[in-house]
């Protein structure tokens, strides 16, 4: 027996198992889950996980087809390199979309203030692509390298969009922000910028939505000025014409005097 034992590996195995009998039934129960039938609710979650991703990624596709959109048009309307172009327009959305912005908003603002010209500086000292005065909203550049980066285009544009979001919400209006921001909040008016930006606005968004947008908007051409002459007065229309006064010479005329009228000089 314990000869055979050591030369037959499976009777060895099949008098262990008799005398040392392993639960493998229960241990089957332990380790294997049972096969439940989903639940209408785990069902729905499923579907909803499901058709969300699906419209974040179509978000994400229609994101870039816009962008690819908008950055043509401002390389073109404000003659900025295609790459460069591409840069700024990439930021001003990954900026809007952390800070709940519009990223058409962002950079309607870029282009009245700069021109997408990221060394653009005021007399006031206003910097960068958004103009930034960088003195006064110091505190919101301490994230970004401090003050003096202000001509740095990632920080300028988020400093930026940050200080734009703050007027917004506190005058409650994008109007209103936008006066706030170019410094007219105690002003009467703002000499036109909101409305420069706001049509900036309208125009990307014509953009963005794969509108053909001319990239050089005609100017408005002012409406020909009509002359009225004045009425003539009966009391004018009464009056005779005035005639020049006249004098009279005599001439000889083979003896005899002829006159001749000749107006007075200077009439």
């Given at each position: 027996?314990?000869?055979?034992?050591?030369?037959?590996?499976?009777?060895?195995?099949?008098?262990s198992?008799?005398?040392?009998?392993?639960?493998?039934v229960?241990?089957?129960a332990e380790?294997?889950?049972?096969?439940?039938?989903?639940?209408?609710?785990?069902v729905?979650e499923?579907?909803?996980?499901?058709?969300?991703?699906?419209?974040?990624?179509?978000?994400?596709?229609?994101?870039?087809?816009?962008?690819?959109?908008?950055?043509?048009?401002?390389?073109?309307?404000?003659?900025?390199?295609?790459?460069a172009?591409?840069?700024?327009?990439?930021?001003?959305?990954?900026?809007?979309?952390?800070?709940?912005?519009d990223?058409l908003?962002?950079?309607?603002?870029?282009?009245?203030?700069s021109?997408?010209?990221?060394?653009?500086?005021?007399?006031?000292?206003?910097?960068?692509?958004?103009?930034?005065?960088?003195?006064?909203?110091?505190?919101?550049?301490?994230?970004v390298?401090?003050?003096?980066?202000?001509?740095?285009?990632?920080?300028?544009?988020?400093?930026?969009?940050?200080?734009?979001?703050?007027?917004?919400?506190?005058?409650?209006?994008?109007?209103?922000?936008?006066?706030?921001?170019v410094?007219?909040?105690?002003?009467?008016?703002?000499?036109?910028?909101?409305?420069?930006?706001?049509?900036?606005?309208?125009?990307?968004?014509?953009?963005?939505?794969?509108?053909?947008?001319?990239?050089?908007?005609?100017?408005?051409?002012?409406?020909?000025?009509?002359?009225?002459?004045?009425?003539?007065?009966e009391?004018?229309?009464?009056?005779?014409?005035?005639t020049?006064?006249?004098?009279?010479k005599?001439?000889?005329?083979?003896?005899?005097?002829?006159?001749?009228?000749?107006?007075?000089?200077?009439?």
């Amino acid at each position: 027996m314990l000869a055979l034992l050591y030369t037959n590996d499976s009777f060895a195995k099949r008098v262990s198992e008799m005398l040392h009998p392993q639960p493998t039934v229960i241990v089957a129960a332990e380790t294997v889950a049972p096969v439940v039938a989903p639940t209408p609710k785990a069902v729905a979650e499923a579907v909803a996980v499901e058709t969300t991703h699906l419209r974040d990624s179509h978000a994400r596709l229609g994101n870039s087809k816009q962008q690819q959109y908008v950055t043509n048009w401002l390389s073109k309307r404000y003659r900025v390199a295609g790459d460069a172009a591409n840069m700024l327009v990439s930021t001003a959305y990954l900026t809007a979309h952390e800070l709940k912005l519009d990223p058409l908003l962002i950079l309607a603002v870029m282009a009245i203030e700069s021109g997408l010209n990221p060394f653009a500086e005021s007399p006031m000292g206003a910097k960068g692509l958004m103009q930034v005065m960088a003195k006064v909203h110091h505190d919101k550049f301490e994230d970004v390298g401090g003050p003096q980066a202000a001509l740095n285009p990632v920080a300028n544009i988020r400093v930026g969009a940050l200080i734009l979001k703050d007027y917004v919400k506190r005058t409650g209006s994008v109007e209103g922000g936008l006066k706030t921001y170019v410094g007219a909040a105690n002003l009467e008016t703002d000499s036109g910028y909101g409305n420069k930006v706001l049509n900036e606005y309208r125009l990307l968004k014509k953009v963005s939505s794969g509108q053909n947008v001319p990239v050089r908007t005609p100017r408005a051409t002012p409406a020909p000025a009509i002359i009225v002459a004045a009425k003539q007065t009966e009391t004018d229309a009464a009056k005779p014409e005035a005639t020049p006064m006249q004098e009279t010479k005599t001439v000889s005329n083979g003896g005899a005097q002829v006159p001749n009228v000749e107006p007075l000089a200077g009439l």
